[in-house]
């Protein structure tokens, strides 16, 4: 029996789909529960019983406490389950009495449990009832109610179900307009306005996140009653809201989650605002929710900061854009200034003693990880005065996060002395805890109250060229090697140091032309500032793909938190430019022509007086000549999807002589894996080895795709099945000769949908539910795969429409392609390759499917066009 767990349902998304939040209400560890075995109606395509099986488990379990289990999991982490509660012992067994969901056809017929399901099952089916009911009638869904709906909510509210909270003022509703007739549709609360929520890279307003919970919490999956009373000026409906325990708006105003939406009021009323405007003046003058966080950032924003009005008592946010020492800093403004900045009351190594000389890096490097880049509140404690010698210098307390002191860090890791203050002068209040931090610290011999370190010993691997080519054979084979930006000599070149590897060098960004310009030209001061701004001293990655003449290293660069290398943040910036030649180097060619196509279009930076119309026609000329020398030679495979992974590729096995060796091969290969040898050493990127499975223990034969140091772990993919998952060095063993891919060939292929994208990963949640579509389409099952061509990516063998046997014997055109479209959960792309050039007519039907999906709002288009959010 799996381990059972306790949680609350907050949410029914469809018969087979619970979202449970933790009994202790915490919303962040959420999680989707699938039923195990069951395959609902969807309510999403408005299929047949799918409004009755959702309310079935919506009226019965929302807010109510239960006890679930996990019996499996997919590849993409999507978990299976069973529920229990007072009233039954399993809701899979319940669902299926009741009629409201089927099994799912490709169940373990191996699972003991199965028989027992088919036989609640065929039971609901001579009982005809729920979805096996032959007289049922179908739910008509509009896409919005009728004028006269509008008009009779008001003087009778219509009954409604929150399906969703997309906002703390905006809800996406299900109008009940007749018993088989609803209308889902987005509704603005009358008489709010609440803070903006995060949207993808766009942050959101001080207590967005937490308006948006509030509501949550009392109305998702509620019902409740809605007056239409008009609508916003982009068409969408405005409703004034009542659950059974109230106005939601009054509540959002009264306990300072929302501020009052004046343009609403033509539409509520003198006497209907009055209340919602006294609502509103409680809230403010108690302080409550966003009132409180306005009141302080106004005080804040009203501070004005810069470096000629720097005042004793002043406070300001900043962010610490350089760390000079131990007790100096440099902070960015928000006004793009730098001014420095010192730790008031304390003394950090210097140099100039000897005592304390050999802690300076070491103690610069403990203020770097704990203060760079982050945004910070700083306070001038006082202003040391001017000297021939030194400049005007604020002396600073500095909070990260506003509650975190840098200065009792630093005394407190033993890397600064506490400075004693003349008597009668001010000090700030956290003074003696400051010295009693310095004295344990000496107590304890941290920092520099102890031993000394040993001298640091970096080797300059860029010195020359003769000296960076042994070290360009070690470093080629890697991925993702930690460093930190030591200094930035220009936008495109970078002194690097990798403290793992006691070196330091030279990384020049791959892909990217050097500025011939002067370094005081405009364009190259603004690319070394955002350079600077986005990387100096940050801990960063590299990959290293080759060198120079002079000694440095070609490779990428990534921020860290980032798989996306430096230099499309450059380039899409305007602040440099692709070179041809070395674009062919790089495995990122194409991000780096997107970027910088993006710049031209938005004619910045270089790109400024960028005119199209120069390069345009003799790119299209020398385009169609090419694609008149090209010839697509379409060829069908049949093949057993094995896997659906994460990005939407798919793992395909050819159904040839081979395959029918794969079931003996596998049977010699988990009796052998007992035997199977320890690795001598960490495996390399693209080495196969055997690697065990966490779903079943066994080993398979898989390649190795990546290693994270950071957890110890090696990304691999089974190379006869294409399951992808993270392994610890301690499940990977040697792989035996007669095992190896010379004596019996990988199975799975990986397979491009053609001129299908699925939802970017900026859309989390539409992205999973392609996901989850393909492998219910397509996982363990048999298609038709049709190779157009070899893909020109890296990470998959071929460009390919799949389609169901079964249905294109009725419609040979119909392939899984164009129905991931149709569905809403495929993106047609728009730039086509060369070899995709011959394919417009395929593009043509696919961009149809799509323009309808994007009219109904299905899938991925559900709130618009979302195409802007990829990356």
Known sequence: MSKVFGARVKNVLSGDTLVLSPLNGSSSQERLLSLAHLQAPRLQTNEKYSFESRELLRTLLVGKEIRFWVVYKTQSEREFGDVSSPIFASLVEYILEKGGARLRENGNSDDPDTDKLRAIEAKAQAQKVGLWDPKYEPIEVISRPSENNIKTSLQKPISAIVEKVISGDRLLLRLLL?????????????????????????????????????????????????????????????????????NISDKLLSDGYAEIADWHSTLIGAKGMGVLRKAEKAARVEGRGMWKAKAEATAAA?????????????????????????????????????????LAYLRG?????????????????????????????????????ATEQYEERAMVTVLIHETKNLSELIVSNGYATVLHHRKGEDVPEYWDALVESEAQAKKSLKGMFGKAPAAERIVDASENAAKAKPYLFTFENRTK?????????????????????????????????????????????????FANKKAYQRDVTIDIYGSDRVGGFIGNLYLAGSNEPFQVSLLENGLAQCHER?????????????????????????????????????????????????????????????????????????LDADRSKLKPFMQKFHSASPSFQALLHAPRRGEVVAAKFSENGKFYRAKVINNDKSTGKFEIQQIDYGTIESVPLSDLRQLPVEF????????????????????PESQPGYLEQAIYFLEDKLLDKQMVACENFASASPDAEMDAELYDPAVISTDPNFSINRELVQKGWGIVK????????????????????????????????EYGDIEGDEE
Not at 197 to 221: F, I, M, Q, S
Not at 360 to 378: N, P, T, Y
Request: hydrophobic share 40%.
């Open 349 to 385: 190594p210097r140099q100039s003693d000897p005592e304390t000389a050999p802690f300076v890096s070491i103690a610069r490097e403990f203020v770097r990880q704990k203060a760079i880049g982050k945004q910070v509140l700083v306070t001038v404690e006082s202003l040391r005065p």
């Open 178 to 246: 007749g018993a088989k007739k609803h209308c889902v549709i987005p509704v603005l609360i009358a008489g709010v306005r609440s803070p903006r929520t995060a949207n993808g890279d766009e942050p959101g307003e001080p207590y967005g996140e937490a308006a948006k919970r509030y509501v949550e919490t009392r109305l998702l999956a509620q019902n409740v009653k809605v007056s239409l009373l008009g609508e916003s000026s982009s068409g969408v409906l405005i409703g004034k809201v009542v659950h059974p325990a109230g």
């Open 582 to 654: 070395s674009l062919n180097q790089t495995k990122f060619a194409q991000q780096f022509t997107d970027a910088e196509d993006s710049a031209k279009k938005d004619k910045i930076g270089v790109w400024k007086n960028y005119d199209p119309s120069q390069d345009s026609a003799a790119t299209e000329e020398a385009l169609t000549k090419q694609v008149k020398q090209l010839k697509i030679e379409k060829k069908y495979y049949d093949v057993d999807v094995s896997e659906v992974l994460k990005d939407g590729r798919v793992a395909v096995q050819f």
């Open 481 to 529: 090697i930690p460093g930190v930006v030591e200094h930035i000599m220009s936008a495109t070149r970078y002194r690097i140091s990798l403290p793992r590897e006691g070196v330091r060098l030279v990384l020049v960004l791959g892909g990217l032309a050097n500025s011939r310009k002067d370094k005081d030209d405009a364009i190259v001061k603004r690319a070394l500032s």
């Open 740 to 759: 190896q891919t010379s004596a019996y060939k990988p199975q799975a292929h990986i397979v491009q949908l053609l001129l299908v994208k699925v939802p």
């Open 830 to 861: 728009k730039e086509l390759n060369s070899y995709e050039r011959l394919l417009k007519d395929e593009q043509a039907a696919l961009l149809k499917l799509e323009v309808e999906a994007k009219r109904e709002h299905r899938g991925c288009w």
């Open 302 to 342: 009203a501070t004005t900061v810069g470096t000629s009005t720097l005042a004793s008592g002043s406070t300001f946010r900043a962010t610490v854009s350089r760390v000079i020492s131990a007790d100096t800093i440099e902070l960015r403004l928000k006004n793009d200034s730098l001014i420095v900045a010192q």
